[in-house]
Protein backbone atom coordinates (compact mmCIF):
# COMPACT_ATOMS: atom_id res chain seq x y z
CA UNK A 1 0.00 0.00 0.00
CA UNK A 2 1.42 3.06 -0.82
CA UNK A 3 0.91 6.46 1.20
CA UNK A 4 1.50 10.06 -0.59
CA UNK A 5 1.95 12.84 2.65
CA UNK A 6 1.68 16.38 1.51
CA UNK A 7 2.08 19.03 4.21
CA UNK A 8 3.26 22.64 4.30
CA UNK A 9 6.13 21.54 7.17
CA UNK A 10 7.53 18.50 8.77
CA UNK A 11 11.16 17.88 10.79
CA UNK A 12 13.73 18.11 10.13
CA UNK A 13 13.27 20.22 7.18
CA UNK A 14 11.15 22.82 8.21
CA UNK A 15 9.13 23.84 11.64
CA UNK A 16 6.81 26.00 13.49
CA UNK A 17 4.65 23.73 15.75
CA UNK A 18 3.60 20.28 16.42
CA UNK A 19 2.07 19.79 12.61
CA UNK A 20 5.92 19.49 11.57
CA UNK A 21 6.60 16.93 14.36
CA UNK A 22 3.50 14.56 13.09
CA UNK A 23 4.20 15.23 9.35
CA UNK A 24 7.81 15.02 9.66
CA UNK A 25 7.90 11.28 12.04
CA UNK A 26 4.52 9.43 11.01
CA UNK A 27 6.44 9.45 7.48
CA UNK A 28 9.44 8.01 8.80
CA UNK A 29 7.66 5.74 10.98
CA UNK A 30 5.50 4.62 8.16
CA UNK A 31 8.51 3.55 6.11
CA UNK A 32 10.21 1.50 9.27
CA UNK A 33 6.80 -0.42 8.84
CA UNK A 34 7.93 -1.07 5.46
CA UNK A 35 4.69 1.15 3.84
CA UNK A 36 5.85 3.41 0.53
CA UNK A 37 5.99 6.72 1.90
CA UNK A 38 6.47 9.72 0.56
CA UNK A 39 6.58 12.99 1.63
CA UNK A 40 5.68 16.07 -0.46
CA UNK A 41 7.07 20.01 1.37
CA UNK A 42 7.11 23.08 -0.68
CA UNK A 43 11.28 24.02 -0.79
CA UNK A 44 11.50 26.17 1.29
CA UNK A 45 14.32 28.61 0.93
CA UNK A 46 15.69 27.56 4.48
CA UNK A 47 15.42 23.89 3.33
CA UNK A 48 17.46 24.69 0.33
CA UNK A 49 19.91 26.32 2.22
CA UNK A 50 20.40 23.87 4.83
CA UNK A 51 19.68 20.16 2.91
CA UNK A 52 20.48 21.06 -0.58
CA UNK A 53 18.24 18.56 -1.65
CA UNK A 54 19.22 16.58 -5.12
CA UNK A 55 17.44 18.92 -7.98
CA UNK A 56 15.56 15.01 -9.90
CA UNK A 57 15.17 17.02 -13.03
CA UNK A 58 11.31 16.40 -12.82
CA UNK A 59 9.19 19.53 -13.55
CA UNK A 60 5.72 19.66 -13.16
CA UNK A 61 3.36 22.28 -14.71
CA UNK A 62 0.16 23.79 -12.78
CA UNK A 63 -2.09 26.49 -14.79
CA UNK A 64 -2.70 28.99 -12.10
CA UNK A 65 -5.73 31.09 -13.59
CA UNK A 66 -4.06 31.00 -16.68
CA UNK A 67 -0.42 31.26 -16.44
CA UNK A 68 1.31 28.03 -16.66
CA UNK A 69 3.82 27.71 -14.01
CA UNK A 70 6.77 25.22 -13.35
CA UNK A 71 7.64 23.62 -10.33
CA UNK A 72 11.05 21.40 -10.12
CA UNK A 73 11.33 18.27 -7.89
CA UNK A 74 13.99 17.78 -5.65
CA UNK A 75 14.90 14.38 -3.11
CA UNK A 76 16.11 14.26 0.31
CA UNK A 77 15.31 11.26 2.64
CA UNK A 78 11.75 10.62 2.60
CA UNK A 79 11.03 13.81 1.10
CA UNK A 80 10.32 15.13 -2.32
CA UNK A 81 10.56 19.24 -2.65
CA UNK A 82 8.63 21.20 -4.85
CA UNK A 83 10.81 24.25 -5.73
CA UNK A 84 9.08 27.72 -7.10
CA UNK A 85 11.42 30.11 -6.34
CA UNK A 86 8.33 33.34 -6.64
CA UNK A 87 6.07 31.22 -3.91
CA UNK A 88 8.75 29.64 -1.49
CA UNK A 89 12.25 31.05 -2.14
CA UNK A 90 11.80 33.68 0.71
CA UNK A 91 12.34 33.40 4.85
CA UNK A 92 9.43 32.14 6.57
CA UNK A 93 6.93 29.67 6.10
CA UNK A 94 3.85 31.57 5.99
CA UNK A 95 4.38 35.44 6.52
CA UNK A 96 6.12 37.55 8.86
CA UNK A 97 5.70 39.94 12.00
CA UNK A 98 3.30 42.38 9.97
CA UNK A 99 1.16 39.34 8.99
CA UNK A 100 0.66 36.44 6.53
CA UNK A 101 2.27 36.82 3.08
CA UNK A 102 -0.57 38.30 0.72
CA UNK A 103 -0.31 35.44 -1.85
CA UNK A 104 -0.66 32.50 0.47
CA UNK A 105 -3.88 31.41 -1.46
CA UNK A 106 -1.41 31.06 -4.48
CA UNK A 107 0.90 29.88 -2.81
CA UNK A 108 -0.71 27.04 -1.61
CA UNK A 109 -3.06 26.01 -4.08
CA UNK A 110 -0.18 25.35 -6.54
CA UNK A 111 1.84 23.41 -4.20
CA UNK A 112 -1.78 21.12 -3.81
CA UNK A 113 -2.16 20.92 -7.29
CA UNK A 114 2.25 20.42 -7.85
CA UNK A 115 1.96 17.49 -5.68
CA UNK A 116 -0.48 15.28 -7.88
CA UNK A 117 1.33 16.24 -10.53
CA UNK A 118 4.31 15.52 -8.94
CA UNK A 119 3.60 12.12 -7.95
CA UNK A 120 2.27 11.63 -11.35
CA UNK A 121 5.55 12.47 -12.95
CA UNK A 122 7.37 10.32 -10.20
CA UNK A 123 5.07 7.37 -11.13
CA UNK A 124 4.09 6.92 -7.48
CA UNK A 125 0.34 6.05 -7.95
CA UNK A 126 -1.09 6.16 -4.40
CA UNK A 127 -3.40 4.13 -2.42
CA UNK A 128 -3.90 6.86 0.07
CA UNK A 129 -3.39 10.30 0.13
CA UNK A 130 -2.64 12.05 3.63
CA UNK A 131 -2.97 15.64 3.62
CA UNK A 132 -2.38 17.71 6.56
CA UNK A 133 -4.04 21.12 7.58
CA UNK A 134 -5.56 23.82 5.24
CA UNK A 135 -2.28 24.45 3.19
CA UNK A 136 -3.15 21.18 1.58
CA UNK A 137 -6.57 20.76 2.19
CA UNK A 138 -7.58 21.30 -1.19
CA UNK A 139 -5.67 17.99 -2.64
CA UNK A 140 -8.81 15.54 -1.76
CA UNK A 141 -11.44 18.12 -3.56
CA UNK A 142 -9.18 18.44 -6.41
CA UNK A 143 -8.87 14.85 -6.77
CA UNK A 144 -13.01 14.68 -6.27
CA UNK A 145 -12.78 17.45 -8.91
CA UNK A 146 -10.05 17.91 -11.75
CA UNK A 147 -8.97 14.67 -11.34
CA UNK A 148 -11.97 12.67 -10.93
CA UNK A 149 -11.73 11.13 -14.49
CA UNK A 150 -8.04 10.82 -14.25
CA UNK A 151 -6.90 6.88 -14.11
CA UNK A 152 -3.96 7.39 -12.17
CA UNK A 153 -5.87 8.77 -9.70
CA UNK A 154 -8.82 6.29 -9.66
CA UNK A 155 -7.78 3.82 -6.87
CA UNK A 156 -6.41 6.24 -4.44
CA UNK A 157 -8.39 7.42 -1.50
CA UNK A 158 -7.96 10.45 1.12
CA UNK A 159 -7.71 11.30 4.48
CA UNK A 160 -7.81 14.62 5.98
CA UNK A 161 -6.00 16.01 9.25
CA UNK A 162 -6.82 18.65 11.24
CA UNK A 163 -4.41 19.74 13.18
CA UNK A 164 -5.70 22.82 14.84
CA UNK A 165 -9.15 24.22 13.74
CA UNK A 166 -8.13 27.63 14.40
CA UNK A 167 -6.43 27.94 10.54
CA UNK A 168 -8.85 27.06 7.81
CA UNK A 169 -7.36 29.80 5.05
CA UNK A 170 -10.13 31.79 4.22
CA UNK A 171 -9.79 34.10 1.50
CA UNK A 172 -11.71 36.62 -0.44
CA UNK A 173 -13.90 35.07 -3.17
CA UNK A 174 -11.72 37.08 -6.29
CA UNK A 175 -8.82 34.45 -5.11
CA UNK A 176 -11.34 31.24 -6.12
CA UNK A 177 -10.15 31.36 -9.83
CA UNK A 178 -6.37 30.89 -8.70
CA UNK A 179 -7.61 27.15 -7.22
CA UNK A 180 -8.57 26.01 -10.70
CA UNK A 181 -12.19 24.49 -8.78
CA UNK A 182 -15.21 25.06 -10.74
CA UNK A 183 -17.53 27.78 -10.06
CA UNK A 184 -20.30 26.30 -9.01
CA UNK A 185 -18.31 24.69 -6.16
CA UNK A 186 -18.72 28.57 -4.62
CA UNK A 187 -21.58 27.72 -2.44
CA UNK A 188 -22.51 26.98 1.27
CA UNK A 189 -22.27 23.61 0.67
CA UNK A 190 -18.93 23.97 -1.04
CA UNK A 191 -16.18 25.76 -0.06
CA UNK A 192 -17.84 29.62 0.09
CA UNK A 193 -17.47 30.16 3.99
CA UNK A 194 -19.67 33.51 4.59
CA UNK A 195 -18.42 34.85 1.19
CA UNK A 196 -15.26 34.00 0.87
CA UNK A 197 -13.52 30.84 0.06
CA UNK A 198 -12.13 28.52 2.98
CA UNK A 199 -9.50 26.13 1.79
CA UNK A 200 -10.26 23.87 4.99
CA UNK A 201 -13.57 23.17 4.28
CA UNK A 202 -13.11 22.19 0.90
CA UNK A 203 -10.77 19.42 2.51
CA UNK A 204 -13.84 18.12 5.13
CA UNK A 205 -16.16 18.18 2.14
CA UNK A 206 -14.12 16.05 -0.02
CA UNK A 207 -11.79 13.88 2.40
CA UNK A 208 -12.96 10.18 2.52
CA UNK A 209 -12.10 10.46 6.17
CA UNK A 210 -11.01 13.23 8.52
CA UNK A 211 -9.16 13.04 11.17
CA UNK A 212 -7.87 14.89 13.68
CA UNK A 213 -5.18 14.47 16.55
CA UNK A 214 -6.85 13.32 19.73
CA UNK A 215 -10.42 11.85 20.60
CA UNK A 216 -11.59 14.38 23.21
CA UNK A 217 -10.38 17.21 19.88
CA UNK A 218 -12.49 14.77 17.44
CA UNK A 219 -15.54 15.48 19.76
CA UNK A 220 -14.83 19.50 20.36
CA UNK A 221 -14.61 20.36 16.96
CA UNK A 222 -17.88 19.33 16.33
CA UNK A 223 -19.31 21.81 18.98
CA UNK A 224 -19.91 25.90 17.94
CA UNK A 225 -17.66 26.35 20.88
CA UNK A 226 -14.39 24.81 19.27
CA UNK A 227 -15.46 24.15 16.12
CA UNK A 228 -14.56 27.81 14.39
CA UNK A 229 -17.71 28.30 12.44
CA UNK A 230 -17.37 24.38 10.82
CA UNK A 231 -18.51 22.44 13.36
CA UNK A 232 -21.85 21.84 11.65
CA UNK A 233 -19.72 20.82 8.13
CA UNK A 234 -18.24 18.43 10.63
CA UNK A 235 -21.40 16.92 11.94
CA UNK A 236 -22.76 16.17 9.23
CA UNK A 237 -19.36 13.69 8.28
CA UNK A 238 -19.30 12.67 11.80
CA UNK A 239 -19.26 8.90 10.57
CA UNK A 240 -16.40 9.76 8.81
CA UNK A 241 -14.31 12.04 11.80
CA UNK A 242 -11.57 10.39 14.12
CA UNK A 243 -9.15 11.02 16.76
CA UNK A 244 -6.19 9.52 16.39
CA UNK A 245 -3.91 10.87 19.35
CA UNK A 246 -0.25 12.25 18.48
CA UNK A 247 2.79 10.65 19.43
CA UNK A 248 6.41 11.46 19.74
CA UNK A 249 9.82 10.40 18.73
CA UNK A 250 10.89 8.49 21.48
CA UNK A 251 14.46 7.94 20.37
CA UNK A 252 14.59 11.91 19.59
CA UNK A 253 13.29 12.99 22.80
CA UNK A 254 15.25 10.70 25.32
CA UNK A 255 16.73 12.33 28.71
CA UNK A 256 18.73 8.98 28.86
CA UNK A 257 20.24 10.00 25.50
CA UNK A 258 20.12 13.81 24.94
CA UNK A 259 22.94 15.06 23.90
CA UNK A 260 21.74 18.95 24.49
CA UNK A 261 21.53 18.64 27.86
CA UNK A 262 23.93 18.46 30.58
CA UNK A 263 23.10 15.04 32.16
CA UNK A 264 21.14 12.08 31.17
CA UNK A 265 18.69 10.60 32.90
CA UNK A 266 16.24 7.56 33.21
CA UNK A 267 13.24 6.32 35.01
CA UNK A 268 15.61 3.88 36.53
CA UNK A 269 18.07 6.75 37.80
CA UNK A 270 16.63 10.44 37.36
CA UNK A 271 19.80 12.01 39.25
CA UNK A 272 20.99 13.61 36.44
CA UNK A 273 17.70 15.89 36.22
CA UNK A 274 19.50 17.88 39.37
CA UNK A 275 22.30 18.77 36.99
CA UNK A 276 20.08 19.84 34.37
CA UNK A 277 18.28 21.94 36.49
CA UNK A 278 21.65 23.75 37.95
CA UNK A 279 22.56 24.45 34.31
CA UNK A 280 18.97 25.56 33.46
CA UNK A 281 19.16 28.25 36.63
CA UNK A 282 22.80 29.11 35.59
CA UNK A 283 21.67 30.05 31.96
CA UNK A 284 18.26 32.08 33.21
CA UNK A 285 19.87 33.52 36.08
CA UNK A 286 17.93 32.32 38.67
CA UNK A 287 19.53 33.17 42.17
CA UNK A 288 17.46 30.96 44.63
CA UNK A 289 18.42 27.96 42.80
CA UNK A 290 16.17 25.31 44.76
CA UNK A 291 13.29 26.90 44.37
CA UNK A 292 10.58 24.46 42.61
CA UNK A 293 11.06 25.78 38.32
CA UNK A 294 7.47 26.19 36.31
CA UNK A 295 8.47 26.17 32.40
CA UNK A 296 6.34 26.88 29.35
CA UNK A 297 7.31 26.59 26.09
CA UNK A 298 5.50 27.28 23.35
CA UNK A 299 3.81 30.03 20.56
CA UNK A 300 2.83 33.18 22.78
CA UNK A 301 -0.26 33.19 21.97
CA UNK A 302 -4.13 33.38 23.77
CA UNK A 303 -4.78 29.82 22.37
CA UNK A 304 -1.97 28.77 24.69
CA UNK A 305 -3.80 30.60 27.16
CA UNK A 306 -0.52 32.86 27.80
CA UNK A 307 -3.29 35.80 28.79
CA UNK A 308 -4.54 33.40 31.46
CA UNK A 309 -1.17 33.21 32.88
CA UNK A 310 0.64 36.70 32.62
CA UNK A 311 -1.85 37.79 34.99
CA UNK A 312 -0.47 35.13 37.94
CA UNK A 313 2.99 34.72 37.07
CA UNK A 314 3.49 37.62 39.85
CA UNK A 315 1.89 36.01 42.73
CA UNK A 316 3.51 32.73 41.53
CA UNK A 317 6.95 34.21 41.43
CA UNK A 318 5.76 35.49 45.31
CA UNK A 319 5.70 32.42 46.71
CA UNK A 320 9.07 31.35 45.67
CA UNK A 321 9.10 29.87 42.45
CA UNK A 322 11.23 30.64 39.64
CA UNK A 323 9.27 30.46 36.18
CA UNK A 324 11.14 29.94 32.82
CA UNK A 325 9.69 31.06 29.27
CA UNK A 326 10.64 30.14 25.97
CA UNK A 327 8.27 30.92 22.70
CA UNK A 328 7.77 33.20 20.18
CA UNK A 329 4.22 34.87 18.75
CA UNK A 330 1.82 37.71 19.36
CA UNK A 331 3.89 40.93 19.71
CA UNK A 332 1.64 41.86 22.38
CA UNK A 333 2.52 38.35 23.99
CA UNK A 334 6.62 39.01 23.73
CA UNK A 335 6.75 42.44 24.79
CA UNK A 336 4.92 41.44 28.12
CA UNK A 337 6.82 38.01 28.46
CA UNK A 338 10.46 40.35 28.41
CA UNK A 339 8.79 42.93 30.52
CA UNK A 340 8.30 40.21 33.31
CA UNK A 341 11.64 38.79 32.43
CA UNK A 342 14.59 39.56 34.93
CA UNK A 343 12.16 40.85 37.34
CA UNK A 344 10.33 39.34 40.57
CA UNK A 345 13.82 39.55 42.44
CA UNK A 346 14.95 37.68 39.50
CA UNK A 347 12.54 34.52 39.68
CA UNK A 348 11.15 35.14 36.13
CA UNK A 349 13.04 34.67 32.76
CA UNK A 350 11.66 34.67 29.22
CA UNK A 351 13.45 33.76 25.94
CA UNK A 352 11.69 35.74 23.23
CA UNK A 353 13.09 32.83 19.65
CA UNK A 354 12.62 29.71 18.50
CA UNK A 355 15.39 27.74 20.04
CA UNK A 356 15.71 23.71 20.31
CA UNK A 357 18.51 22.95 22.06
CA UNK A 358 17.42 25.56 24.52
CA UNK A 359 13.49 23.85 24.73
CA UNK A 360 15.43 20.92 25.70
CA UNK A 361 17.38 22.17 28.52
CA UNK A 362 13.85 23.97 29.91
CA UNK A 363 12.45 20.17 29.30
CA UNK A 364 14.96 18.22 31.43
CA UNK A 365 16.02 21.29 33.93
CA UNK A 366 11.83 22.45 34.78
CA UNK A 367 10.23 20.88 37.48
CA UNK A 368 6.48 21.76 36.30
CA UNK A 369 5.17 22.20 32.69
CA UNK A 370 2.62 24.65 31.85
CA UNK A 371 0.28 24.48 29.36
CA UNK A 372 -2.91 26.43 30.10
CA UNK A 373 -4.14 26.63 26.51
CA UNK A 374 -8.13 27.62 25.76
CA UNK A 375 -8.02 24.79 22.95
CA UNK A 376 -5.45 21.99 22.40
CA UNK A 377 -5.76 19.39 19.82
CA UNK A 378 -3.19 17.16 20.97
CA UNK A 379 -0.51 18.75 22.22
CA UNK A 380 3.31 18.05 21.94
CA UNK A 381 4.40 19.72 25.16
CA UNK A 382 3.10 17.75 27.99
CA UNK A 383 4.07 14.39 26.24
CA UNK A 384 7.88 15.66 26.13
CA UNK A 385 7.85 16.72 29.58
CA UNK A 386 6.24 13.82 31.03
CA UNK A 387 9.08 11.67 29.49
CA UNK A 388 11.64 14.06 30.77
CA UNK A 389 10.28 13.55 34.72
CA UNK A 390 8.30 17.29 34.25
CA UNK A 391 4.58 16.66 35.34
CA UNK A 392 1.99 19.25 33.27
CA UNK A 393 0.18 21.66 35.24
CA UNK A 394 -2.52 21.85 32.26
CA UNK A 395 -6.47 23.01 30.98
CA UNK A 396 -8.54 19.53 30.29
CA UNK A 397 -9.07 19.66 27.04
CA UNK A 398 -8.29 18.69 23.50
CA UNK A 399 -5.27 16.19 24.00
CA UNK A 400 -4.45 17.63 27.36
CA UNK A 401 -7.07 15.39 29.12
CA UNK A 402 -6.63 12.58 26.63
CA UNK A 403 -2.94 12.27 28.05
CA UNK A 404 -3.13 13.94 31.44
CA UNK A 405 -4.44 12.16 34.41
CA UNK A 406 -5.18 14.56 37.32
CA UNK A 407 -2.88 13.81 39.84
CA UNK A 408 -4.34 12.54 43.56
CA UNK A 409 -2.72 13.23 46.57
CA UNK A 410 -4.97 11.25 48.21
CA UNK A 411 -4.33 7.86 46.33
CA UNK A 412 -1.25 9.30 45.42
CA UNK A 413 -1.96 8.17 41.95
CA UNK A 414 -1.74 10.37 38.42
CA UNK A 415 0.53 12.02 35.80
CA UNK A 416 -0.25 15.92 36.18
CA UNK A 417 -2.58 18.60 37.43
CA UNK A 418 -5.68 19.64 35.60
CA UNK A 419 -8.00 22.51 35.64
CA UNK A 420 -11.09 22.95 33.63
CA UNK A 421 -11.60 26.94 33.90
CA UNK A 422 -10.71 29.80 31.54
CA UNK A 423 -9.82 32.54 33.88
CA UNK A 424 -6.41 32.81 35.54
CA UNK A 425 -7.87 31.88 39.17
CA UNK A 426 -8.81 28.69 37.94
CA UNK A 427 -5.13 28.22 36.64
CA UNK A 428 -3.85 29.86 40.25
CA UNK A 429 -5.14 27.10 41.87
CA UNK A 430 -4.49 24.33 40.19
CA UNK A 431 -0.74 25.65 40.15
CA UNK A 432 -0.93 26.30 44.03
CA UNK A 433 -1.78 22.78 44.45
CA UNK A 434 0.67 21.45 41.88
CA UNK A 435 3.64 23.63 43.80
CA UNK A 436 2.00 22.09 47.45
CA UNK A 437 2.37 18.72 46.14
CA UNK A 438 6.26 19.79 44.80
CA UNK A 439 7.23 20.64 48.43
CA UNK A 440 5.97 16.49 49.57
CA UNK A 441 9.17 14.68 47.59
CA UNK A 442 7.58 11.90 48.08
CA UNK A 443 4.58 12.49 46.81
CA UNK A 444 6.15 14.17 44.08
CA UNK A 445 8.64 11.04 43.10
CA UNK A 446 5.62 9.10 42.62
CA UNK A 447 4.38 11.90 40.30
CA UNK A 448 7.40 12.09 38.17
CA UNK A 449 8.23 8.13 37.50
CA UNK A 450 4.29 7.71 36.86
CA UNK A 451 4.85 10.48 34.01
CA UNK A 452 7.77 9.28 33.09
CA UNK A 453 5.99 5.41 32.64
CA UNK A 454 3.79 6.61 30.33
CA UNK A 455 4.15 5.56 26.48
CA UNK A 456 3.41 7.88 24.57
CA UNK A 457 5.76 6.70 21.27
CA UNK A 458 4.48 6.75 17.92
CA UNK A 459 4.06 3.05 18.18
CA UNK A 460 0.26 3.04 19.12
CA UNK A 461 -0.57 5.71 16.19
CA UNK A 462 1.12 4.20 13.40
CA UNK A 463 -0.71 0.95 13.94
CA UNK A 464 -4.13 3.14 14.06
CA UNK A 465 -3.16 4.79 11.02
CA UNK A 466 -1.64 1.28 9.07
CA UNK A 467 -5.43 0.06 10.18
CA UNK A 468 -6.86 3.21 8.86
CA UNK A 469 -5.39 3.07 5.69
CA UNK A 470 -5.70 -0.42 4.88
CA UNK A 471 -9.66 -0.19 6.08
CA UNK A 472 -10.14 2.35 3.30
CA UNK A 473 -7.81 1.06 0.77
CA UNK A 474 -10.22 -1.76 0.75
CA UNK A 475 -13.44 0.54 0.46
CA UNK A 476 -14.98 0.45 -2.88
CA UNK A 477 -17.53 3.06 -1.65
CA UNK A 478 -16.31 6.59 -1.86
CA UNK A 479 -17.63 9.86 0.18
CA UNK A 480 -19.68 12.20 -2.38
CA UNK A 481 -18.50 15.62 -2.84
P1 LIG B 1 1.53 23.82 18.39
O1 LIG B 1 0.07 24.12 18.60
O2 LIG B 1 2.34 25.08 18.34
O3 LIG B 1 1.78 22.90 17.25
P2 LIG B 1 2.42 21.62 20.11
O4 LIG B 1 2.48 21.48 21.59
O5 LIG B 1 1.60 20.61 19.38
O6 LIG B 1 1.97 23.11 19.75
O7 LIG B 1 3.90 21.52 19.50
C1 LIG B 1 4.83 22.49 19.76
C2 LIG B 1 6.20 21.93 19.40
O8 LIG B 1 7.06 23.03 19.11
C3 LIG B 1 6.86 21.18 20.54
O9 LIG B 1 7.75 20.23 19.98
C4 LIG B 1 7.65 22.28 21.27
O10 LIG B 1 8.76 21.76 21.99
C5 LIG B 1 8.11 23.12 20.10
N1 LIG B 1 8.27 24.55 20.39
C6 LIG B 1 7.31 25.48 20.52
N2 LIG B 1 7.83 26.70 20.75
C7 LIG B 1 9.16 26.54 20.78
C8 LIG B 1 10.28 27.43 20.96
N3 LIG B 1 10.10 28.72 21.17
N4 LIG B 1 11.53 26.92 20.88
C9 LIG B 1 11.71 25.59 20.66
N5 LIG B 1 10.73 24.70 20.49
C10 LIG B 1 9.46 25.16 20.54
Not at 118 to 123: G, T
Not at 450 to 478: C, H, I, N, Q
Request: net charge positive; proline share 5%; glycine share 10%.
Amino acid sequence: MKVLFAASEAIPYAKTGGLADVAGTLVTELRKAKTPALLFLPLYKEIEEKFRPEDMGVKVNVNLNGESLSGSLHSHGPAVFIACDRFFGRPELYGTAEGDFPDNSKRFAFFSRAVLEAARALDFRPDIVHVHDWQVALVPLYLKTLYKRDLFYSGTKSVLTIHNMGYQGIFPKEELPYTGLPKDLFNPEGIEYFGRVNFLKGGLISADVITTVSPTYAREIMTPEQGFGLDGVLRKRADSVKGILNGIDYAAWDPASDGSIPARYSRADISGKARCKAALADRFGFKDRKAPVVAFIGRLSSQKGVDLFLPVAGEVAGWGANIAVLGKGDEYFQREMTKLSGGLKGRVHAEVSFDEPLARLIYAGADMFLMPSRYEPCGLGQLISMRYGTPAVARQTGGLADTIEDFSPFKCRGTGFLFKGQFPDDLRQCLRAALCTWLDRKRWDVLVKSAMKRDFSWKRPVREYLKLYSELAGRTDEHKT
